[in-house]
């Protein structure tokens, strides 16, 4: 489940920030990678279309690496679960 | 005095072609951008005819990471711009401090539209995130500051048909107040969407085949989609870094008819035209030429030629009349923009672009509506009119330079 949902987040910054995936791991920061409060909540959309989940707004608060989405995920996905 | 304010550059996209200088050799032509309408439509349409921009490519005008923020009303809105920018052969620095001012009719309707068909059909539990600012009616006005890095006064005006119009009337007086040295009007709609074609149908005005304004045997008018941009600057600034003027912008004149909400009234269009003409400083023995709104309806036409009587007394007698929407269709907010395009372009090259499909004069149409071919002409002062649904009426007044 863990690799979906990494596959699915770095496709989604990939696709919203016109880079190549292998450029995104999980260390990156959302600032190097030039990701904006609006490329931020974009991405989310992404995500919660393809994984089918509902991702609050307090999730998003101090998101700083890709790591950090991952793991916020992670927990959500679990709980659906 | 009145601060003189001039016009140093165009841009038009239409069904016309993908420029103005296209657009003014079609008019000149007299060929038509009316074709069978053409779209992938999740549904019947009772509309047949079309003023359709051919062959529009986005991508190559937009790259792949600005695309999705972007309306196809805001495309069009910054492909004729940059045009008009480019024409006009003004640089970053100049282009930093000036103002700008965008009509649209419509705003982003294509993209609400898909928004609420993923909504209310296909069920979706949410939107994009570029939903708000993609289809909000500003968001041209917003791209076009971004993309030519205009810093000064910008907003967006809307008053249906008028929209360009007011626009213009805007940008003019930004210039003239001393506010801006530089202005640029935009006008822009694409109406191609399915929801907005129904209930454009809905009010039965749209011809089933082409657009005869003034004609007898007129049906209605023709939708078109497109987007017409004017650079104005004070004749000071013009003539400081030696820029080519196109006409002066003499002055504009607005009034509202206060009275239906889609039958136009002829002393309403009639003020607009003297509110012109006196903002303007310019008596009607010096009008040589109308663009008029020209619809193509029943209403709009017989309306307007009893206004243009109205208001030029006598002197409407001698005075030649066209509809330029014979061949660009109506192309709403974006219209009044495409027209002055066309009546700066007449008094520039001293030609009238004609009526086309123009066949016996309608009961009450009985002005010089220049009909079928295009007439060489001494040219010294112009009107644009635009008359709204809704009664919000705007005309725009030019003179050779």
């Not at chain 2, 005008?61 to 045009?83: G, I, K, T």
């Not at chain 2, 949410?126 to 791209?143: D, E, F, V």
């Not at chain 2, 027209?339 to 004069?361: G, S």
Request: proline share 3%; charged share 20%.
């Amino acid at each position: 489940m863990d690799t979906n949902i990494y596959s699915v987040v770095v496709k989604a910054i990939a696709k919203q920030k016109q880079i190549s995936e292998a450029v995104i791991d999980r260390n990156s920061s959302l600032e190097s990678l030039g990701v904006s409060s609006l490329d931020a909540i974009t991405i989310v959309y992404e995500v919660e279309e393809i994984l089918d989940i509902e991702i609050p707004n307090e999730a998003l608060e101090n998101l700083t690496t890709v790591q950090d989405i991952l793991d916020g995920i992670s927990q959500l996905v679990q709980s659906k679960a | 005095m009145t601060k003189k304010v001039v016009v140093t550059g165009l841009g038009a996209l239409s069904a016309l072609g993908g420029n103005r200088y296209e657009f003014w050799d079609s008019l000149l032509s007299g060929e038509s951008g009316i074709r069978p309408l053409t779209g992938d439509f999740p549904g019947q349409l009772k509309i047949v005819s079309a003023a359709q921009i051919q062959n529009f490519d986005s991508q190559l005008h937009f790259s792949a990471d600005r695309l999705p923020q972007l309306d196809r009303y805001s495309q069009l809105a910054l492909v004729v711009a940059r045009e008009a920018v480019t024409d006009a052969g003004l640089d970053a620095i100049e282009l930093q401090s000036a103002a700008l001012v965008a009509g649209t009719g419509c705003g982003g309707k294509e993209t609400d539209e898909q928004a609420y068909r993923q909504l209310y059909l296909d069920g979706r539990k949410r939107l994009h995130p570029l939903t708000i600012p993609k289809g909000m009616p500003s968001a041209l006005a917003s791209q076009l500051s971004m993309d030519l890095g205009v810093t000064g006064p910008v907003f967006a005006v809307t008053s249906a048909c008028a929209s360009s119009n007011h626009a213009v009337a805007q940008a003019l007086m930004l210039v003239r107040s001393g506010m801006a040295e530089v202005a640029l009007a935009v006008g822009s709609d694409a109406p191609f969407s399915f929801g907005l074609l129904k209930a454009w149908e809905a009010l039965r005005v749209l011809s089933p085949d082409t657009c005869r304004p003034f004609s007898a045997d007129r049906k209605g008018l023709v939708l078109g989609e497109g987007a017409g941009a004017l650079v104005l600057e004070s004749e000071s600034h013009a003539r400081r870094r030696g820029a080519r003027i196109f006409a002066e912008l003499l002055g504009c004149g607005m009034s509202a008819d206060a009275g239906h909400i889609t039958e136009p009234s002829v002393d309403g269009a009639s003020r607009a035209i003297r509110s012109a003409l006196h903002n303007a400083a310019c008596s009607a023995n010096a009008i040589d030429y109308i663009n008029a709104h020209g619809t193509g309806t029943e209403l709009n036409d017989i309306t307007e030629t009893r206004a243009i009587r109205q208001a030029l007394g006598a002197q409407a007698e001698r005075v030649a009349v066209s509809s330029t929407k014979s061949m660009h269709g109506h192309a709403l907010g974006a219209a009044g923009a495409l027209e002055l395009v066309a009546t700066i372009l007449a008094v520039y090259t001293q030609t009238v672009p004609a009526t086309q499909n123009f066949t016996v004069a309608g009961e009450g149409c009985d002005l010089d509506y220049v009909p079928n071919d295009a007439r060489e002409m001494k040219l010294r002062c112009a009107l644009s009119n635009s008359f709204a649904f809704g009664g919000l009426n705007a005309v725009v007044a030019v003179a050779a330079y």
